[in-house]
């Protein structure tokens, strides 16, 4: 229970929220309030100070491999276009036409080298440029500059071929966002040449997003219980195989949790030497003796590494996935699968398998997972007077110290049963509502 200021949520303005929020958000306490997976007026601050300040994951290089090719994603809620352009330079704009303000681009994805308005035809070169107006001189003379009717640049930067966006033109660089938990990402994604096979699978679910980003950053506990079913039917090794390995955060809010011992290298066997290649010794240690990892990127970039059991043979598959805040209580998510480029065909479809029936719309993780997220959203949007009561319990393992005997950095706990990366999580979520 917390104390209750007189007021209720919903006549509260936005400044008594955040005063609220202060009160109620106790990440050192081990207490969240209920009230923040389902309230618009958190969902409205959150908006303004977490997703249209920080970085957010747009997409992967390896989905526009070719000069001009381009995508369309979504940066904090605002349609952007990614163009690869005829030099080779990944840009990202604004989707609207300098001239009236029409979306530009209305296709997922393809290849052109400028974009023509479906307005009245503006043209725009792809990387930006205005380059063609009907009609121009007879209808503006000599007087338009089209060197000033450019598409609004967004400010993208790349780790290991993971493309990241902000509106803020004042963050700190993605470099130094990313921090210390680059180490963990040159694992999953810059262990090899990685590529995006298909287009990312995309599925709307009645959430709030921070369920998905609290259950990927450390929550590990309920895996003994959520997914039972896949250890009884022999795909993972145990019930309790989720408790070995580290729990593991670093600054502004980045958590994983690691699995590990495994007797069985699960990545291709003759990727070993690209592998190394491109790991420091430490980091090829814990690729080679990975059972799974799994984490967030701060606020809603979640990943996984896990093996799963395909006829008889342990087999890895990587994925990143977005947890697209669309609502209060529903967010898309939206799935990228990662493969080794170098591996065999047969591994890669493989690989892909393992994908399907774990994590995706019809794998079984996926829809056990999703099950529990959306009756979690559900009950949070209760009855007021009840909901402004209601914490969640953060308290695992706060009577532990973190351990020194593991090589990667950050704050590491001995095995993977604890709360400590999602009290980081929120502590980082509320320095930035407060900031
Ligand atoms: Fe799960």
């Not at 303005?13 to 958190?42: C, H, M, R, S, W």
């Not at 005829?86 to 530009?104: A, D, P, V, W």
């Not at 209305?106 to 503006?122: I, Q």
């Not at 959520?226 to 022999?234: C, F, Q, R, W, Y």
């Amino acid at each position: 229970m917390i104390k209750t200021t007189a007021k209720n949520l919903e006549e509260m303005t936005q400044i008594e929220t955040i005063g609220y929020l202060n009160e109620t958000v106790q990440p050192e306490a081990g207490t969240i309030p209920a009230f923040i997976l389902a309230d618009p007026k958190v969902y409205d601050i959150e908006h303004k100070k977490v997703f249209m300040k920080t970085w957010l994951f747009i997409g992967h290089e390896s989905e526009i491999p070719n000069k001009n090719d381009y995508m369309l994603r979504d940066l904090a809620g605002y349609s952007i276009i990614i163009t690869r352009d005829s030099e080779n330079e990944i840009r990202g704009f604004y989707n609207m036409c300098t001239h009236r303000g029409m979306k530009l681009c209305r296709a997922d994805k393809g290849n052109k080298s400028s974009f023509v308005c479906p307005y009245h035809g503006f043209n725009f070169k792809n990387n930006g440029d205005l380059i063609g107006v009907p009609l121009q001189k007879d209808i503006y003379g000599t007087d338009l500059d089209k060197s000033k009717l450019g598409l609004h640049k967004i400010r993208i930067e790349s780790y290991k071929g993971l493309i990241f966006g902000t509106w803020n033109e004042e963050a700190e660089s993605l470099s130094d966002f990313l921090g210390d938990f680059k180490w963990y990402l040159d694992i999953l994604a810059g262990r090899a040449e990685m590529e995006v096979v298909g287009p990312p699978q995309r599925f709307i679910i009645h959430s709030n997003w921070k369920v998905g980003a609290d259950n990927f950053v450390g929550d590990s506990y309920h895996t003994m219980v959520t997914h039972g079913s896949i250890a009884k039917l022999g795909m993972v090794p145990s019930a309790t195989y989720s408790k070995k390995g580290y729990q593991i955060h670093t600054m502004n809010g980045h958590g994983l949790n690691l699995g590990t011992p495994n007797p069985d290298f699960a990545f291709p066997e003759e990727l070993k030497s690209e592998y190394k290649s491109n790991l420091t010794d430490e980091q090829y240690d814990v690729l080679a003796n990975l059972k799974n990892m799994i984490g967030n990127i701060f606020p809603n970039l979640s990943f996984l590494i896990s093996h799963t059991k395909v006829k008889g043979q342990l087999i890895s598959n990587t994925t990143v996935r977005m947890w697209r805040p669309i609502g209060p209580d529903k967010m898309e998510v939206i799935a990228w699968f990662l493969v080794e480029k170098n591996a065999a065909e047969d591994w890669k479809k493989r690989s892909r398998d393992s994908f399907i029936l774990t994590f995706s719309p019809s794998g079984i993780f996926e829809q056990d997972d999703t099950e529990v997220f959306t009756d979690i959203t559900a009950a949070a949007s209760g009855p007021m007077p009840v909901m402004k009561e209601l914490v969640y319990n953060y308290t695992m393992g706060m009577h532990r110290e973190p351990v020194s005997d593991f090589t990667g950095p950050g704050v590491v706990y001995g095995d993977k049963f604890s709360e400590a990366n999602q009290r980081n999580f929120y502590r980082y979520w509320l320095d930035l509502i407060n900031a």
